[in-house]
């Protein structure tokens, strides 16, 4: 890789997030036809065997939610109304199509209401199962295959097992290339910060897998080798919750005097921390991670496979157990945990993940916000004080 190319991954990064529709409407121009999805449970392997671009569905901060009022109350998921605001403004209209999964009802409802109002040319909505027994798992298998008979029917191809097979390893190629960008985040001061960290995030999920493959080489092999990267800062945080996708909370945490250096967010490490197996038939490795391996609060996880009824601190090592590895392997001496106000799956799981935290001996502290600028100040307020406990 040339010195000119090391050197235009962050730039490349931020062009794409501030302009992140601009590739994809390029490459429509060139012929290829775009996806929209929403979340991390639409299985993007299947779309992109079949040549199909999958662009992610993110809501917008810095707009305001006018038009999506006629469709949804304002009590609830304020990213939810944002997204499909942004569809009814026409921001999503180079889009081909649009695939949603039953990620939580207001997800679901307001995917249902995307297809009525926007018509677009694809539709597709998978019923997500939301535990994770084995009956769950066959359910969703079954589920994918209607979902593979509807992507046939659009694009006229069929999707070979085969050709699975090899876009499962091209994903699981990107996964891998993530979990060494955090890598990167390890060391004191880390050489990438979480506000650049999630820069790339948006980029990845508004680029093809194989060039998103090609741009973190790019940013890996630069951040590597830069000489004027991050600061060493007092805190180093984990940040845990509902979707952030701008800049400007973690950008807000990091001017206070902290590194963030690990995340659990599904712009984040949620999406890439586990690979497809790759199963005799694909949609079996499919169908089991994309349900059983995301670590979603939109799954129940209790009682796993056939499990004994457990103890509360049982219970909560076998769910949340992982973000004390995250803390211990990256040095994270505190926890923000946030979400969106009405975010109900993050938010009745918040009680149990503070109980973990604390019998696990990690400070932490709960922010809520509606998804909006103005939600900042006081937050700010909130952040400095429980960065001065962590001292």
Same mark, same amino acid.
């Given at each position: 890789?040339?010195?000119?190319?090391?050197?235009?991954?962050?730039?490349?990064?931020?062009?794409?997030?501030?302009?992140?529709?601009?590739?994809?409407?390029?490459?429509?121009?060139?012929?290829?036809?775009?996806?929209?999805?929403?979340? /991390?449970?639409?299985?993007?392997?299947?779309?992109?065997?079949?040549?199909?671009?999958?662009?992610?569905?993110?809501?917008?901060?810095?707009?305001?939610? $006018?038009?999506?009022?006629?469709?949804?109350?304002?009590?609830?998921?304020?990213?939810?109304?944002?997204?499909?605001?942004?569809?009814? *403004?026409?921001?999503?209209?180079?889009?081909?199509?649009?695939?949603?999964?039953?990620?939580?009802?207001?997800?679901?409802?307001?995917?249902?209401?995307?297809?009525?109002?926007?018509?677009?040319?694809?539709?597709?909505?998978?019923? $997500?199962?939301?535990?994770?027994?084995?009956?769950?798992?066959?359910?969703?298998?079954?589920?994918? *295959?209607?979902?593979?008979?509807?992507?046939?029917?659009? $694009?006229?191809?069929?999707?070979?097992? *085969?050709?699975?097979?090899?876009?499962?390893?091209?994903?699981?190629?990107?996964?891998?290339?993530?979990?060494?960008?955090?890598?990167?985040?390890?060391?004191?001061?880390?050489?990438?910060?979480?506000?650049?960290?999630?820069?790339?995030?948006?980029?990845?999920?508004?680029?093809?897998?194989?060039?998103?493959?090609?741009?973190?080489?790019?940013?890996?092999?630069?951040?590597?080798?830069?000489?004027?990267?991050?600061?060493?800062?007092?805190?180093?945080?984990?940040?845990?919750?509902?979707?952030?996708?701008? /800049?400007?909370?973690?950008?807000?945490?990091?001017?206070?005097?902290?590194?963030?250096?690990?995340?659990? $967010?599904?712009?984040?490490?949620?999406?890439?921390?586990?690979?497809?197996?790759?199963?005799?038939?694909?949609?079996?490795?499919?169908?089991?991670?994309?349900?059983?391996?995301? *670590?979603?609060?939109?799954?129940?996880?209790?009682?796993?496979?056939?499990?004994?009824?457990?103890?509360?601190?049982?219970?909560?090592?076998?769910?949340?157990?992982?973000?004390?590895?995250?803390?211990?392997?990256?040095?994270?001496?505190?926890?923000?945990?946030?979400?969106?106000?009405?975010?109900?799956?993050?938010?009745?799981?918040?009680?149990?993940?503070?109980?973990?935290?604390?019998?696990?001996?990690?400070?932490?502290?709960?922010?809520?916000?509606?998804?909006?600028?103005?939600?900042?100040?006081?937050?700010?307020?909130?952040?400095?004080?429980?960065?001065?406990?962590?001292?």
């Amino acid at each position: 890789m040339s010195e000119e190319e090391r050197n235009k991954g962050l730039t490349r990064v931020r062009e794409i997030y501030q302009d992140r529709s601009r590739r994809a409407e390029e490459l429509r121009a060139e012929g290829k036809k775009v996806m929209g999805y929403l979340c /991390i449970y639409p299985v993007l392997e299947m779309m992109t065997a079949l040549d199909l671009v999958p662009y992610r569905i993110l809501g917008d901060m810095r707009e305001p939610i $006018t038009k999506a009022d006629a469709c949804l109350p304002t009590v609830v998921c304020p990213f939810i109304r944002s997204c499909l605001d942004l569809g009814l *403004k026409g921001r999503y209209d180079f889009l081909d199509g649009a695939v949603f999964s039953h990620v939580c009802d207001v997800a679901e409802k307001s995917s249902h209401i995307w297809n009525i109002y926007l018509n677009p040319p694809y539709f597709h909505f998978i019923d $997500t199962p939301h535990t994770v027994h084995k009956a769950a798992v066959r359910q969703h298998k079954e589920l994918l *295959k209607d979902f593979k008979k509807t992507l046939e029917l659009f $694009t006229g191809k069929e999707l070979s097992p *085969k050709r699975l097979k090899e876009v499962i390893e091209v994903y699981n190629q990107q996964r891998a290339l993530v979990r060494d960008l955090y890598e990167l985040r390890k060391p004191d001061p880390p050489l990438i910060s979480g506000t650049e960290t999630l820069q790339v995030m948006v980029a990845l999920m508004s680029l093809p897998v194989e060039e998103g493959n090609r741009l973190l080489r790019q940013v890996i092999d630069e951040v590597k080798e830069r000489k004027d990267g991050p600061q060493k800062k007092p805190a180093r945080l984990l940040i845990w919750g509902s979707i952030i996708d701008d /800049i400007a909370l973690i950008e807000m945490i990091e001017e206070l005097e902290a590194n963030v250096v690990m995340d659990d $967010t599904c712009v984040g490490s949620r999406a890439y921390w586990s690979d497809v197996e790759l199963t005799n038939d694909p949609l079996d490795g499919l169908a089991y991670r994309y349900l059983v391996e995301l *670590k979603c609060p939109r799954t129940f996880k209790e009682a796993t496979f056939g499990e004994t009824k457990k103890d509360h601190m049982t219970d909560l090592e076998s769910r949340f157990g992982y973000l004390r590895d995250y803390a211990k392997e990256w040095n994270a001496r505190g926890v923000i945990l946030q979400s969106v106000r009405y975010c109900d799956i993050h938010g009745y799981e918040v009680p149990g993940v503070r109980d973990y935290l604390d019998h696990v001996g990690l400070p932490n502290i709960y922010l809520e916000h509606d998804y909006s600028q103005a939600a900042l100040a006081p937050l700010r307020t909130r952040a400095q004080a429980f960065l001065e406990v962590l001292g």
